[in-house]
C-alpha cells in the first residue's frame, strides 16, 4: 500500500495549529477509581467474546491492527445554528468558502466507493446537517445504494418537527438527538441560544415516528449539568430512549480543562445513589456506549467513556468532513483530502488506494486525556465537517516554525542596475506578477522530464511491484497530477492556470538503472504551462524517492528539464531543435 509522506502532503488541504496554552493537567480524584478491577469497566461477555466488526469490508477499509471500517460519518455542512459551549467559540467559527466544500455528487461518489468496499452504516452529521438544503435527496440517493444497510443522523432537534416525514420517506433509519438539560434557562446557558421547546418537540416527533429506541447525546460538564443526569434516567421510565452520557472531550477552542471532566466512574456513582439495581446490558461489537437499564424502564443510558476508558481497539468508524477531508481518527490531526483528489480527476481505484493509506496510518489507540488536550487540533463544530491556520502534518506531529533570518531578506532585487529581460522584476527591482490581460487564449502545451538513479535491487522490485510501500509508480504519477495542479501555490509569481489535462509516463533504463519520468501539461489559456510540466515531473520524481528511501539513501534525481513548449504568440521551443 502507499505511504508517502510527500504524497500525504498533496492529498490533504492545509492543517492548522489552534493557538493554545500549555497547561498543567491531572485527573480528577475519582479517576483514580478507574481500573481494570473495577467491574461496571470490563466490557460485557458478548463484547469480549466479539471484539472486532466482522463485517465484510474490503482491504483498504482494513487498518494495521485488523480493525474492519464498515462505518461512515459524512458532515454534510459547517454552519449550526447553535453555539454550544464544548463545541464552538461564541462567536462562531470561519467557514469554509462553497466552492471548497463537498458537492452532492462528491459525497454521493466518495460515499459509493466505501459502500462497495464494505460501509453498512452512514451517519450524517454537521455542523447541523438539517440546515443543508439537499439534505433529503442526499438521504435518499444514499439509501439507493446498494449495499448500504442504515442511513442515520445526528442533530440539535431544533428543525427535526419539520424535516422528518420528508427524511423518513427519504430513507432514513434512526437519529441521535443532542440534549444536555432538561431546563430550558440551562439550554440557552449551554448553546448561547434558545429553542429548548422546539428540540423536546422533535423528540416527541420521533418517537411518535417509530425512530426507537431513539438516541440522546448529553455531554457532562462538572459545574453544570452533572447533577441532571438521574432526570435524565428517569426519562427512560416512560420513554424509549437511550441517553448516552458523554465524558466532556477537549476540542480547539472549547476552553476545555481536566476540572471539567465527570469521569464514567462518577457519573455511574451519581446515578446508582438513585437507582441502586442497574441491570448491565450486553455490548455489540464496535459499541461506543456501555449500557445500562434501570430494571422495568423502557428506555435505556449509557456512557461513552472516550476520555478515560477509550473503545479504540473496537473502532470501525471513519470520519469525512464537510471540506472533503477524511480522518480516521476522531482525535487525530492527521487528515487527507479525498475532495483534492477527487478533483485532481482520480479513477475509483486511485481513490480507494489513497484512503487505504489513511487507514492503514490509523494508530493502535488516541493519545490519551492530557495529550489530546495539549494538542491542536479542529474545533468539534469543524470535525464531522484550508482554513486559515497552517499546519504542517508529519509523524510525530510537531508544529515546524522557519528560524528568524541572520541577515535582510528582499523580496527583490538589490542590484542598481536590474536586468530587463526578466518579466518577474519590474522597473524598480522588485518582484513582479506578469499581467497577462491582453494575452491571447490559446492551446498550449509543454512536456518535462525528470530521471531518477537508483540500485540494482530497487529497479528489480520497482519492476516486480514488490515495494512494501506499494506501486511506486503509481503513486508518483499520482502526486505529479496533484503537485501540477497546485503550482500557483508552490511557485510564487506563478498564474492559477486552468488546466485541460496532465499526463505522467515514466520507462526503464536498466542498463543506466535510471527511471525517467516525463510529464506533459496543456491548457487553453493565456500563458505557458510549462512550470506546471517541471513541477510534475519533479514531484513525482521525489515520490519515488520517498517510497524507496527505506532501501538506500544514495537515490539520485537529476536532469530536471523542459523537452518541449509550444503555443501562444512566442515561438515555440524543442530540446531536440536545441541539440541540432
Known sequence: MMSSKRLWKLFQQS?????????????????????????????????????????????????????????LRISLTEKCNLRCQYCMPAEGVPLTKKDHLLSTEEIIRLASTFVRGGVKKIRLTGGEPLLRPDIVEICQRLDDLPGLEEVVLTTNGLLLTRKLPSLLKAGLRSVNVSLDTLIPAKFELITRRRGWEKVIEGIDAALEAGLVPLKLNCVVTRGVNEEEMVDFVRWTQNKAVDVRFIEYMPFADNKWNDKKIVPYVEMLDIIKRKYSKLERLPDKANDTSKAYRVPGHVGQFGFVTSMTNNFCGTCNRLRLTADGNLKVCLFGNAEVSLRDVLRSGATDDELRQVIGVAVKRKKKQHAGMLNIAKAPGRPMILIDSWKSFIRVFCPSFRLLTLPSPSHPVHFYSTSSNPPRDFSHVNSEGKANMVCVSSKPVAHRKAVAEARVAVSDEILHKILNNEMKKGDVMAVAKLAGVLAAKKTWDLIPLCHNIPLDVVNIVHRFDEEKKEIILEATAEATWKTGVEMEALTAVSVAALTVYDMCKALSHSICVREIRLLHKSGGTKPGYDIHDEKQ
Do not use: C, M, W
Open 15 to 71: 492543517l492548522r495549529p489552534v493557538a493554545h496554552q500549555k497547561r498543567s493537567l491531572s485527573l480528577p480524584a475519582s479517576a483514580a477509581l478507574i481500573s481494570d478491577d473495577n467491574t461496571f469497566l470490563r466490557p460485557s461477555k458478548a463484547r469480549q467474546s466479539d471484539v472486532l466488526d466482522d463485517a465484510d469490508v474490503d482491504e483498504f477499509l482494513v487498518d494495521s491492527f485488523g480493525r474492519k471500517h464498515s462505518y
